[in-house]
């Protein structure tokens, strides 16, 4: 027995019907096919409020994030210059640049580690900071001797949409925090 010939055996229908307020539609039998334009205009609107609603934390938030990441690379730099003067047991030194927002470490190798010395330009793709002050001792050049500590402390100023943030570098430790 077929499920058409049992459905008719016990009187039931095996036919869909829809409520009449859907309507028939253009190909009739009240089936509906699609969303409607008005609907689809209704939703496309309702993601735009929602993005326009959003955009704004976005913009904020990656600000935000560009000033912590240059701040955190030009302490982790600034780490590495430490360390190469430790390791050297010489001074060595980072300059800054305050015009160009950009810092260069000549006796220290560049990331690559293929002859380029360490250096950094914090006012491009990705950071779009700019360097507020940089200020040891007077001049805008970190040295530290060939114990790691620093000749003169100080500290560096990032500026960025997000804020500011403050690099310093303690007088007798050498130690580098984020502020």
């Not at 050297?88 to 470490?105: H, P």
């Amino acid at each position: 027995m077929t499920c058409a010939e049992c459905a008719e055996k016990h009187g039931v229908s095996m036919q869909t019907t829809y409520p009449s307020s859907l309507g028939s539609g253009e190909h009739g039998g009240g089936t509906r096919r699609g969303f409607s334009y008005v609907e689809l205009v209704i939703v496309v609107a309702i993601l735009g409020v929602v993005s326009l609603m959003a955009a704004p934390r976005y913009a904020s938030a990656m600000a935000c994030q560009r000033l912590d990441a240059a701040a955190w690379r030009l302490a982790s730099d600034i780490g590495v210059v430490r360390a190469t003067a430790r390791a050297k047991g010489t001074n060595v030194s980072i300059d800054f640049d305050v015009a160009s927002a950009s810092y260069s470490a000549p006796l220290v190798l560049g990331l690559d580690r293929r002859g380029s010395t360490l250096s950094a330009s914090l006012g491009g793709e990705p950071y779009l900071v700019s360097i507020k002050t940089a200020d040891f001792g007077g001049a805008a050049r970190l040295v530290f001797n060939g114990y790691g500590a620093p000749v003169a402390a100080g500290s560096v100023v990032l500026r960025g949409d997000a804020g500011v943030r403050t690099i310093t570098v303690a007088a007798v430790t050498g130690s580098v925090s984020v502020k």
